[in-house]
């Protein structure tokens, strides 16, 4: 077995931990302005009228439970992403 130090991060990520943090944090918040981005589209849908393509996924929970589950489906994956930023960030602080 090698004595190297690793962690679970891989390439780039791998030399810099503190990148792994910045990313996370920066795919949240790519996850929740795409959740007012996508409340925005959907709000002027409903005014407008017509059709609109969305994902599956998305169709799906507009049809069980309206803008609101589909913004909110967005917003947890962007929370998701907050919780393993700051899971990362502790593990970091800890090592040192």
Known sequence: MSDKKTNEYGGLLKKNPKLGVLVLVLIGVG???YAFKTYNDLTLWEQEGGTRPMPRIF????????IWAVVSLMAVGGLFFF???YQAYNKLIKRQ
């Open 83 to 85: 919780y393993q930023a």
């Open 31 to 33: 996850f929740l302005w």
């Open 59 to 66: 169709a799906f929970a507009y049809n069980i439970g309206g």
